[in-house]
């Protein structure tokens, strides 16, 4: 049956009329699955991943009987298990929502967020999506809590890599793209899912880079960083959006009205779901800006949160506010009216079952065309950092070491993987063996662990080196360095790979260092001594393919840093958009003393925002300003040439920045406003062009308010963020 808007809004209406207390605040509750089934005594049993305090608790089968969505069933016998013993005992047989974490896909896994903004192609990121959601659906799950649009600025903060980093405007590119392909045109097809922006607001501002820690910072920061990528989402469609686990402006975002009522709701106009992170209402109380669970179910509902995940304050004491008159029942009710009207959209009132078929699972998961596509992602990923004319590789050589953890390690799927497993990931070895054939002897050494102080694998590892002509190093974090709970407060590599690194420098081989990890790392003594690095991040199942590709010049690398990498941690959080202080550095060789600026290091980052190199030089000419005055309506085109001077095709990633030479509040120093990626083949020139609007000049000005105001404005483009060159100063005339 086919639900119009209002007819939804109808049927909304008459079940919610139908509806006892009790009945309304169970839909307002999310539990796992092993909960239910304990409950009602099935025979399966299932392990849910814990990611907070709270783990077991025991339910009445009263309240197990009315609540609304279960989160992490993860496979469609379950899945099918638990809505069938649910139905079984609801009254007017509302259907189960299932939630998931998809993040970078779910049986099928490609690279980390965080890697895969790094193509700079949106559209990849909806691909990619669009098959996680294919292969989620098809297992049960009717909502991904993805995309993460939180901004970045603080490697130590394990989260950054489901995040595509520190730029606002790439972020929302990307956000936007994930949510449509996980959404897809139609909401009730097999092979979509809701999509759930998270984690709403600013998680990724957490002081120390220490997940769950506390956040502090200006409206204007919020407003003008933070926030857009989450916007970007909810304009893209995305169903539901989730708080996060920090404060700000001291409130909870759980249980703050500021951002769930005044910007989410009454600004942007959002009518989907909300949702709170694993126990987030009931850490209210540990924020101490709750006194008990009362006080927090009634904060978290005046907010304006429509579903508690896994904590119980909704379940165990709204029934009773409500009766002593200290919440309104509306409230409830309009958290509930919007529940159900995703159900709806869902199609789960027309058959609960719909998603859930085991026959149609066992065909979805793991296609080759899907791996194909995590190959392709992958090899867009992956960052090439540094290369002395020593890539590509020559596919004549007869031997190739490949030394260090991830040497034959199948470990490289990344957090956050899904239902991913380890063993169907190619491996660097494998990759290589693929590529190169028998004719090449491919040698595996791990010489270390990820993090312990064992040199007895070194002798090796060291022998094995010694005995090829290259040597490939394959080294980088543990899985579990990376994602939630995993801030780290040194950013070198871990245990005793560096020195592994330096025994294998001193045979003299060509070598390559290829890095596994999930953040920035701090990388200036590698680039001083390595030869060449390649940043691969955790690239997903096709990962060892993508090196190979990518190592022997089958495949260009083009992708570029969406995140500044530092030259040490003292120096975080560094990023390109700052403010320029009232004493600026100016210039890195400026060595006046009272100035905004270190005494041993640079200001700025070790590899800029936007920094990648190719097998091929491209070099830009000729840019300009078709004018110099910007009015209201109108538009100026900045304008570049590129050609490629060296010996490659390639693709390059043209950057476009705007400088806002003054305004009411201190602006920063380069704003991304625009990019493209061009293929030139080797002598081919390119002209490039970028439209400027003057509503890309908006921001949240001393006024409190989105404006653009009357200025100048000056243009650059480049390879990156610190490479540019200038286009000319515009005015913008109101």
């Not at 896909?105 to 949106?122: Q, Y």
């Not at 653009?708 to 000056?714: R, S």
Request: glycine share 8%; charged share 25%; with cysteine.
């Amino acid at each position: 049956m086919i639900h119009t808007d209002s007819t939804i809004q109808t049927k909304v209406e008459e079940l919610l009329s139908q509806m006892t207390l009790a009945e309304k605040i169970g839909q307002m509750y999310q539990t796992d699955p092993g909960t239910v089934l304990r409950s009602y005594n099935s025979k399966i049993e299932v392990s849910t991943p814990v990611t907070g305090p709270v783990s077991e608790r025991t339910l009445s089968k009263e309240l197990i009987s009315n609540l609304g969505s279960i989160l992490s069933a993860t496979d469609a016998e379950t899945a099918y298990e638990v809505q069938k013993v649910f139905l079984e005992h609801n009254r007017l047989k509302i259907p189960l929502l299932f939630m998931f974490d998809i993040i970078h896909g779910f049986r099928t896994v490609f690279p980390v967020p965080l890697g895969l903004a790094s193509s700079w192609e949106p559209k990849l990121a909806e691909n990619t999506s669009r098959v996680a959601a294919a292969e989620g659906a098809a297992s049960g799950i009717n909502v991904t809590f993805a995309p993460m649009a939180d901004l970045v600025r603080d490697p130590r903060w394990g989260r950054v890599m489901e995040s595509p980093g520190e730029d606002p405007y790439l972020n929302g590119l990307m956000a936007a793209a994930m949510v449509r392909g996980f959404q897809g045109d139609d909401l009730k097809a097999l092979d979509t899912v809701a999509a759930c922006v998270k984690h709403f607001a600013a998680y990724g501002a957490a002081e120390g880079g220490r997940d769950y820690n506390t956040v502090d910072m200006s409206e204007a920061a919020l407003r003008n960083y933070y926030l857009p990528a989450y916007k970007a989402g909810i304009d893209a469609g995305a169903e539901m959006i989730m708080t996060s686990f920090n404060v700000y402006d001291g409130v909870p975002a759980t249980t703050n009205s500021f951002l769930l009522r005044e910007v989410l709701r009454d600004e942007w106009g959002f009518e989907g779901v909300v949702i709170s992170d694993y126990t987030s209402l009931w850490e209210t109380m540990f924020h101490m800006s709750s006194k008990d669970g009362e006080d927090a179910a009634k904060q978290g509902l005046e907010a304006g949160l429509d579903i508690e995940m896994i904590s119980t304050e909704y379940i165990s004491h709204l029934e009773q506010l409500v009766e002593r008159g200290e919440v309104d029942v509306a409230l409830i009710d309009e958290a509930v009216r919007r529940i159900l009207t995703l159900k709806f959209k869902l199609g789960l009132f027309d058959d609960p079952y719909r998603y859930i078929n085991i026959e149609r699972e066992k065909k979805a998961h793991l296609k080759p065309e899907y791996r194909q596509l995590a190959r392709e992602a992958a090899q867009k990923s992956m960052v090439l950092l540094k290369n002395d004319d020593i890539l590509p590789l020559k596919k004549d050589i007869k031997s190739v070491a490949v030394i260090g953890p991830f040497a034959d390690n199948c470990r490289i799927l990344g957090p956050w993987s899904g239902l991913g497993k380890p063993d169907e990931a190619v491996t660097v070895k494998q990759g290589l063996i693929k590529k190169l054939g028998n004719a090449v002897k491919v040698t595996a050494a791990a010489g270390c662990d990820y993090s312990s102080n064992d040199v007895s694998g070194f002798q090796d590892a060291l022998e094995a080196a010694a005995s090829s002509e290259v040597v490939i190093l394959a080294m980088g974090e543990e899985d579990h360095m990376s994602g939630e709970a995993g801030s780290r407060a040194y950013l070198t590599l871990p245990g005793v790979q560096p020195k592994l690194v330096e025994e294998v420098l001193k045979l003299g081989k060509p070598t390559v260092l290829v890095l596994f990890n999930g953040r920035p790392l701090e990388l200036k003594w590698y680039h001083e001594h390595v030869p060449a690095i390649l940043e691969a991040w955790f690239p997903g199942t096709e990962g060892g393919n993508a090196v190979a590709d990518l190592l022997f010049g089958d495949v260009n690398p083009s992708a570029k840093l969406t995140m500044s990498f530092p030259y040490t941690v003292g120096q975080v959080p560094v990023y390109y958009n700052c403010l320029n202080t009232g004493r600026p550095k100016g210039h890195e060789d400026n060595d006046f003393r009272f100035l905004s600026k270190y005494l041993d290091i640079p200001n700025a980052p070790y590899y800029p925002f936007g920094y990648g190199l190719s097998y091929t030089e491209y070099t830009y000419s000729d840019a300009a300003l078709t004018g110099n005055t910007l009015t209201p309506g109108g538009c100026v085109k900045a304008k570049v040439t590129v050609q490629n001077t060296g010996d490659y095709a390639g693709e390059e990633i043209v950057q476009m920045y705007v400088r806002d030479l003054w305004g009411s509040s201190s602006r920063p120093l380069l704003e991304l406003k625009g990019f493209k990626k061009i293929h030139l083949a080797p002598g081919e020139k390119a002209k490039v062009e970028f439209e400027i609007e003057p509503g890309m000049l908006s921001y949240f000005t001393a006024k409190k308010q989105y404006e653009v105001e009357a200025g100048d404005f000056k243009v650059f483009v480049g390879k990156n963020s610190r490479d540019l060159i200038e286009c000319g100063t515009f005015a913008y005339c109101v």
